[in-house]
C-alpha cells in the first residue's frame, strides 16, 4: 500500500517567510511524529499527535514553529518566520497504533534550505 | 549526558568483513529498542527490534545489555549495499506512548 508522503520535497525560502510542510500518513495509522534532522546530525522529536489526544508538542524548538492534524490524518508543519537555523530536512513519521512495539514509518521528507 | 549516544564512526571496512556498532542509553527504565538504517539523503528505515534475549535476522544480530546499558549490532559478512548510516533508537518510558529517541548515528563504509 502507500507509504508516508510528504510535500513538498524540496523547499528553498528566504529568511522571514513563513513555511507549511505537509504529511499525509498511512491510511489507518492513529498516530504521527514530525521529526528534524540537520545536516550530519541525528533525528529531533518535534511533535506527536495520536488520535484526538492533546499533541505532545515538548519538542518544538520556538513557538514559531506550529503543527495541527486535521481529520485525524493530514498534517502541516508551519514554520513562521523562517531563519537560516530552520535549515534542515523535516520528516513525518505515523504508525499503527501507540503500541511500545510498533514500526514508525518516516515519509521521504521534506528539505528546507532557508537563505 | 545524551539520551541516546553512539560512536558517529565512519567504520570504513572490506566487503566480507565483521563490524560491530555499540549504542548506550541513558533511561534505566527503557523498554523497546530498535536499529534503524538510514541511506544517504533518505529516510529511515527499520532494521531490526532488539529483544531481551538477543536475536538475529540473517546476517545481522542485535544484542542488549540492560545491566550496561547498551545495545549492539553486528553485521557479519559485509556486503557493499550495507553501507548506510546506523541508527540506534530507545523507547523511553513517556507516558504510555511511543516516543522514539533516535542517536545520532554511525556510519558504515563497505568498500571492494
Known amino acids: 500500500g502507500a507509504g508516508v508522503s510528504q510535500s513538498p520535497s524540496n523547499k528553498v525560502t528566504e529568511k522571514g517567510k513563513d513555511v507549511e510542510l505537509r504529511c499525509d500518513p498511512i491510511?489507518?495509522?492513529?498516530?504521527l511524529y514530525w521529526y528534524r534532522q540537520s545536516l550530519g546530525q541525528g533525528l529531533e522529536f518535534l511533535i506527536y499527535f495520536q488520535g484526538n489526544s492533546a499533541p505532545d508538542k515538548s519538542g518544538l524548538p520556538s513557538d514559531r514553529f506550529s503543527a495541527e492534524r486535521t481529520g485525524g490524518s493530514v498534517s502541516t508543519l508551519t514554520i513562521q518566520r523562517t531563519q537560516q537555523e530552520d535549515s534542515a530536512v523535516y520528516l513525518c513519521?505515523?504508525?499503527?497504533?501507540?503500541?511500545?512495539?510498533?514500526?514508525?514509518?518516516f515519509g521521504p521528507g521534506t528539505r528546507l534550505t532557508v537563505l | 549526558r545524551k539520551e541516546v549516544e553512539q560512536d558517529p564512526g565512519p567504520f570504513n571496512v572490506p566487503e566480507g568483513a565483521t563490524v560491530a556498532f555499540n549504542c548506550t542509553y541513558s533511561n534505566s527504565a527503557s523498554q523497546s529498542f530498535f536499529w534503524y538504517r538510514q541511506d544517504c539523503r533518505k529516510e529511515p528505515k527499520l532494521l531490526m527490534s532488539v529483544y531481551s534475549s538477543g536475536n538475529e535476522d540473517g546476517r545481522f544480530t542485535a544484542q542488549l545489555n540492560r545491566a550496561s546499558q547498551y545495545i549492539s549490532l553486528l553485521i557479519r559478512d559485509s556486503k557493499l549495499s550495507d553501507s548506510a548510516t546506523y541508527l540506534c533508537?530507545?523507547?523511553?518510558?513517556?507516558?504510555?506512548?511511543?516516543?522514539?529517541?533516535f542517536g545520532a548515528g554511525t556510519r558504515l563504509a563497505v568498500h571492494p
Open positions: 491510511s489507518g495509522h492513529t498516530a
Open positions: 533508537v530507545v523507547n523511553p518510558p513517556s507516558g504510555g506512548y511511543n516516543k522514539l529517541i
Open positions: 513519521a505515523s504508525i499503527k497504533q501507540a503500541g511500545a512495539a510498533d514500526t514508525q514509518y
